[in-house]
């Protein structure tokens, strides 16, 4: 579970074995944007630790998720999506991405099927990413969003063409939305882990520390409330954290990118940030499972994402964006 500001155990240094477990790794979720990365480590955790929003590169980090399922422990990664980028930053998330990668004992390539002149095919960019990314590791091929698929055979020239782009070591269509097919595909997982004892304590869930996650459902709410009207250029960053038995006490800053964008985030005399940050802080409270006063401030930031000494102070960094 987590425990205050400080983050969980370093991967770096692993916790003591537990003779119980037979089986652990990594095991990293890659894959575009949009194709439900996120909401699959949350439903496989059953605890919402990355922020879903429909827009793209919602997930700028590598973030850890602990599984325990049977005598084997899973370690999740959840990464940003591959994409073409645009900026400094957009370019440190891939480098997040395929450095997640290469740290995996087993890689999860997610997509979802793209419908296309009345069709459902393969995505170039699927195409493009399965020719370099990977390579010497077990990857399996996760096909989600398979509840979108209107009649269900129209789904079958999709997987046979991803089938032989690779050597899958097994291909599993899911609906993380509706939670079906995960069964099967953590049975296919586990038995690529290494054969070896536990990796973190029975009670470890991430290695990322609380205020990490505020600053993330801040910049989520963000994203699920204000769309198109905010672009790309917002992040989060937490200024000040203060636990008491009864109440904790966080203060976070906003940073936009553009003068009018920070209007837009308040709203009308405070009502778009006080809903925000409501939103926020109920998420914040759930995972802490006690009481939250939740300050927020909105700034100007001018081109942050392409500052590397802003990048660095905002938290991301060329090995890891954390």
């Known amino acids: 579970m987590l425990k205050g500001q400080a983050p969980m155990r370093s991967l770096a240094v692993p916790s003591p074995k537990r003779t119980s477990v037979r089986r652990a790794g990594l095991v990293a979720l890659v ?14 955790l059953g605890e919402a630790l990355a922020i879903v929003a429909p827009t793209p590169q919602t997930t700028r ?18 990464t940003p999506g591959l994409h073409r980028p645009q900026n400094r930053l957009g370019k440190l998330m891939n480098t997040v991405a395929r450095s997640a990668v290469e740290e995996a004992d087993v890689v999860l390539f997610v997509t979802a099927p793209l419908k296309e002149h009345g069709r459902f095919q393969v995505s170039p960019g699927d195409k493009t990413l399965l020719e370099d990314i990977g390579k010497g590791k077990p990857m399996i091929l996760v096909v989600n969003k398979v509840d979108l698929v209107r009649p269900k055979q129209m789904l079958l020239p999709v997987l046979g063409e991803l089938a032989n782009l690779r050597a899958f070591a097994a ?70 954290f203060l636990e008491a038995s009864r ?11 553009r003068e009018n964008h920070k209007p837009i985030l308040i709203g009308k005399g405070g009502s ?16 802490l499972g006690q009481r939250v006063h939740l300050e927020l401030f909105v700034r100007v930031t001018e081109g942050w994402a392409e500052s590397p000494e802003r990048l660095r102070e905002f938290g991301y960094d060329e090995g890891k964006a954390s």
């Open 31 to 44: 894959g575009r944007s949009n194709v439900g990365k996120s909401t699959l480590m949350n439903v496989l």
């Open 61 to 78: 980090h590598r973030i850890l998720g602990v599984l325990q399922r049977g005598d084997a422990q899973i370690g999740l990664l959840d």
């Open 171 to 240: 291909v599993v269509p899911i609906s993380a939305r509706r939670e079906d097919g995960l069964d099967r595909l953590l049975g296919e997982v586990t038995p690529l882990l290494p054969e070896r004892g536990a990796l973190w304590s029975e009670d470890d869930l991430t290695d990322r520390p609380v205020r990490f996650f505020v600053a993330e459902f801040v910049r989520g709410e963000i994203l699920n409330l204000t769309r198109e009207e905010v672009p790309y250029g917002v992040t989060v960053t937490v200024e000040s």
């Open 247 to 257: 109440v904790t006490r966080i203060q976070a800053t906003v940073h936009v990118d």
């Open 272 to 287: 778009r940030l006080r809903e925000i940050g409501t939103a926020a802080r109920k998420r914040v409270e759930a995972l």
